[in-house]
T-cell receptor
Framework: AQSVTQLGSHVSVSEGALVLLRCNYSSSVPPYLFWYVQYPNQGLQLLLKYTSAATLVKGINGFEAEFKKSETSFHLTKPSAHMSDAAEYFCAVVTGANSKLTFGKGITLSVRP | DAGVIQSPRHEVTEMGQEVTLRCKPISGHDYLFWYRQTMMRGLELLIYFNNNVPIDDSGMPEDRFSAKMPNASFSTLKIQPSEPRDSAVYFC???????????????????FGPGTRLTVT
């Protein structure tokens, strides 16, 4: 069965520093992977998605993620953190053939001035 | 497009009362999902529909929970009777079916509503 693992629950970075949020997947078939962001008191918003077209995926707000099959990883990065990036980030994988997604537990990103 | 619409945004009710949460998916979407989010359990899928038909309700916690989708533009999640442990944020999401997408590699992305924050006292 497909699943994702997000280790740790909280990451804190300084404004302008690199953001790295980790996601590892488990899948018996080529996975479709997603990163979503949730700002306080809002719903989840799609950041980017991997559907095997390219291993380096660029998303909104300067985020990108690289699919590494050898490491079963899909880590999210941003070169320079901004205060507005403070939010909760979820990695997700398609499970089955019916558009069902399985989400990780989420990581809270804090950005220090 | 207005996106996924949920109502109410906040609901406070007393234990034992019936609660009905509402969702309007994005027009043309084939799938509708109901999720529950709590600090303790994170984001949980409760039930999802395809073309108004429930496909998988294995995430519905108890018989007190029920969901319907009478037409393509409306769904409800009902809790009767409600209990304090039902307090959570409930999200609705919708997506296109894979075969409806132009791309040879469908994306399956789900679009989420703003959520309903339910407090049961």
């Amino acid at each position: 069965a497909q699943s994702v693992t997000q280790l740790g629950s909280h990451v804190s970075v300084s404004e302008g520093a690199l953001v790295l949020l980790r996601c590892n997947y488990s899948s018996s078939v080529p996975p479709y992977l997603f990163w979503y962001v949730q700002y306080p008191n809002q719903g989840l918003q799609l950041l980017l998605k991997y559907t095997s077209a390219a291993t380096l995926v660029k998303g909104i707000n300067g985020f990108e993620a690289e699919f590494k099959k050898s490491e079963t990883s899909f880590h999210l990065t941003k070169p320079s953190a901004h205060m507005s990036d403070a939010a909760e980030y979820f990695c997700a994988v398609v499970t089955g053939a019916n558009s069902k997604l399985t989400f990780g537990k989420g990581i809270t990103l804090s950005v220090r001035p | 497009d207005a996106g996924v619409i949920q109502s109410p945004r906040h609901e406070v009710t007393e234990m034992g009362q019936e609660v009905t949460l509402r969702c309007k998916p994005i027009s043309g979407h084939d799938y509708l999902f109901w999720y529950r989010q709590t600090m303790m359990r994170g984001l949980e899928l409760l039930i999802y529909f395809n073309n108004n038909v429930p496909i998988d309700d294995s995430g519905m916690p108890e018989d007190r929970f029920s969901a319907k989708m009478p037409n393509a533009s409306f769904s409800t999640l009902k809790i009767q009777p409600s209990e304090p442990r039902d307090s959570a944020v409930y999200f609705c999401a919708s997506s296109l079916a894979a075969h409806r997408l132009d791309s040879k590699r469908p994306a399956y992305e789900q679009y989420f509503g703003p959520g309903t924050r339910l407090t049961v006292t």
